[in-house]
């Protein structure tokens, strides 16, 4: 009873947002050029523009940045010398860079207002299309942070809930099945365990809701891994051997489900999830460009459930929702516009049509203005006059499962090992498994002829390439939760002429390739260009992790 009271105050929390949202659709420019009033209104210090600027003023005033416009002064703002933002300062929020290893977002209060602005219309109309939301509890992700920067980023976790406003917070809380202290385990793997322990010791689960399908299907697959124990734990209400890593979290006591749980486990594996979880009502994760082939396999695993798409949102901003079967601009969030792809001319939102490929640019209330996001939207029509998108991928490198792997990235890394081990660098492969077995990233290197018949260290290679790249947020992140296997290396004597072949093999035109630091490619392309360095892929060969 409680709970359904607590869903039916979360909807009237999120009504008047709903509301509104839906009303000022046909009046994007006017709520648009007011959001840039006001923002300008608290950054005008650091803008250089007065408050009262027009919209075409800011656009010809201020030029197109990214987080290396922007580092040194967040640097300033942490040790207290400077502020981007007249709004008051909450945390900073971790996430990958591109050359950088780490970037830090401002979240301000002005800032987590904007990002409510879009989920409270988001929540509704998940309400609306899902009545069986209304009942038992929901799972909104808890990300953990990667191990290796647990100290320096003490208390900066990235949990879903804590981006709603206020009394919408606290009432999504009482609706949780997982408790945020998770993110504070010792060890990624304890994490994992706690949080699949929370949730099948939950039978009335309703909503599970990821970003990445790969790491729900991760989960079922920990679940089979772990199903002895996990069952032991339910049983007795005792964390076991994985108490000194979960001191913050009291484990829960569900003998009916452990019993539940040890059924499943000799079931089909397929039929896991709907056997522990049979009333699920909605799965939410990405479903578009890169993580498709994983949501359709995510849609098998909960036949009974219903499944929504993501909508496009970063550490830094929100672009787009999830809204009746559409994915509008969260236009009452953040001021927004688009760069067209082919030509880099930079648009207004009102001024987009159906068939345009843009890239986003924020300019939000944590005080980073013009900031591009980087990622390629196709306009798929109108709602009222607010741009619907579709996702199209990232708009520089590679992002299998949420690591966001950039050239910069990339090349830093080749360009280190090479010089380490005397070889001539060529790319990092980005070998997606396409639903056989897990992804992963295959450094290719070319011989140096000052080798002579000396045979290199393969596994030293791939140890200091995995060493480098778990330099970078999410890649260390998505590597601690098991979602991409190791760094493994293959090495050429003709580092170019392999390169193309993997890329014809992909279905490129010869005189078309050119070399890229990081590339995407199938595992089927790896197989058919570099027979010899097959048996050595699929045989695991890999990193220390």
Not at 112 to 123: F, Q, S
Not at 267 to 296: I, Y
Not at 356 to 372: F, I, Q, T
Request: charged fraction near 20%; glycine fraction near 8%; charge should be neutral.
């Amino acid at each position: 009873m409680l709970t359904s009271l607590t869903h039916r105050a979360l909807r009237l929390a999120c009504w008047r947002a709903d509301r509104v949202f839906r009303a000022q659709r046909d009046d994007i420019e006017r709520v648009q050029r007011h959001k840039l009033s006001q923002l300008l209104a608290q950054s005008a210090p650091q803008s250089g523009l007065l408050p009262g600027a027009s919209w075409e003023d800011f656009r010809d005033s201020l030029p197109l940045t990214r987080y290396a416009d922007w580092q040194t002064r967040i640097a300033a703002q942490r040790e207290g010398r400077d502020a981007l933002s007249r709004s008051p300062l909450v945390r900073y929020q971790p996430t990958s860079g591109s050359s950088e290893k780490l970037k830090l977002i401002p979240y301000t209060r002005s800032f987590l207002g904007e990002l409510d602005a879009a989920i409270a219309p988001w929540v509704a109309s998940l309400y609306r299309q899902h009545p069986g939301l209304a009942g038992g509890v929901h799972y909104w992700s808890v990300s953990w942070l990667p191990e290796s920067q647990r100290q320096l980023l003490d208390g900066n976790f990235n949990d879903d809930s804590e981006l709603l406003g206020g009394i919408k917070r606290l009432l999504a809380a009482r609706s949780q099945a997982v408790p945020a202290g998770v993110a504070f385990a010792g060890r990624a793997d304890d994490a994992m365990f706690a949080t699949l322990a929370c949730l099948i010791a939950q039978p009335e689960l309703r909503l599970l809701s990821v970003w990445s399908p790969t790491f729900a299907l991760q989960m079922l697959e920990a679940i089979a891994r772990w199903g002895v124990e996990l069952v032991e734990v339910l049983r007795t209400g005792h964390w076991g051997s994985r108490a000194a890593s979960l001191v913050t979290m009291t484990a829960p006591h569900a003998p009916q489900r452990a019993a539940v749980l040890a059924s499943a486990l000799a079931a089909p594996a397929m039929e896991m999830g709907q056997r522990l979880w049979p009333r699920l009502a909605l799965v939410s994760a990405w479903d578009t460009a890169d993580a498709a082939p994983w949501a359709a396999q995510l849609r098998l695993a909960f036949p009974q459930a219903g499944f929504e798409g993501k909508g496009l949102w970063a550490t830094e901003g929100v672009v787009t929702i999830p809204y009746e079967g559409l994915y509008p601009l969260a236009y009452h969030s953040h001021v927004y516009e688009f760069e067209r792809i082919d030509t880099g001319e930079v648009l207004a939102p009102w001024e987009l049509r159906e068939g345009d490929e843009v890239s986003p640019v924020l300019s939000a209330g944590n005080g980073l203005l013009r900031y591009r996001l980087d990622d390629r939207l196709a306009v798929t029509g109108l709602w009222g006059k607010v741009p619907c998108f579709q996702f199209l991928g990232r708009r520089f490198g590679v992002d299998l499962v949420g690591e966001k792997m950039s050239p910069e990235a990339a090349r830093q890394v080749l360009a280190e090992t090479a010089l380490a081990f005397d070889l001539e660098p060529v790319s990092l492969l980005a070998v997606d498994a396409a639903g056989h077995g897990r992804s992963r990233y295959v450094a290719l290197f070319g011989r140096s002829s000052a080798q002579g018949g000396q045979a290199p260290d393969r596994e030293a290679i791939a140890a200091a390439v995995e060493r480098g790249l778990r330099r970078h947020f999410h890649y260390d992140l998505a590597r601690d939760l098991h979602q991409l296997e190791p760094t493994a290396v293959v090495l050429v004597d003709d580092g170019w002429e392999a390169y193309q072949r993997i890329a014809v093999a992909g279905g490129m035109i010869a005189g078309n390739i050119k070399p890229e630091p990081v590339r995407r490619i199938p595992l089927t392309s790896l197989h058919a260009a570099l027979p010899e360095a097959t048996g050595f892929f699929l045989a695991g060969a890999r990193a220390s992790s």
